[in-house]
């Protein structure tokens, strides 16, 4: 039995899909642990992420990374607790974009529970660009 669902992929995208299945499910079982280390190992040494704060219309832009580190060693701006849960991987062309819910306890230790979006960008097997959003309170 061969093709998406049998044993073999028949073709380049299937192997391609699965690929990227694989990253996602590494990529987010690491954000939910905010396990730095193995997000970085999800990510291309040019690494950007726009996070969904920050002043600028882009958001804060961490870059590379070592922004990703020093953003999760930052214990002032992470949440005491986050879950996310909900989460689906859409593709749309050479873009893939992610729902999902978080939930947990902020900083200042009030409960939170919002949905949100990121769109992202996959070079050389790897995440190149995270942008986040997150709904309004």
Do not use: Q
């Amino acid at each position: 039995m061969s093709g998406k669902y049998g044993l073999l992929p028949t073709t380049w995208e299937d192997t391609m899909a699965d690929a990227i299945d694989d990253l996602f499910r590494r990529f987010g079982k690491a954000f939910n642990k905010a396990d730095a280390e193995e997000i970085a190992a999800c990510v291309t040494d040019d690494f950007e992420w726009r996070l969904n704060a920050g002043g600028a219309p882009s958001g804060r832009v961490l870059k590379g990374k070592e922004g990703l580190r020093a953003h999760f060693a930052d214990k002032s701006t992470a949440h005491r607790e986050a879950r996310y849960s909900e989460a689906r991987i859409h593709r749309a062309g050479d873009k893939l974009f992610g729902t999902f819910r978080v939930t947990g306890i902020d900083h200042a230790g009030k409960p939170f529970d919002r949905y949100g979006i990121d769109l992202y960008e996959v070079k050389d097997g790897k995440i190149s660009l995270k942008d986040s959003y997150l709904k309004a309170e």
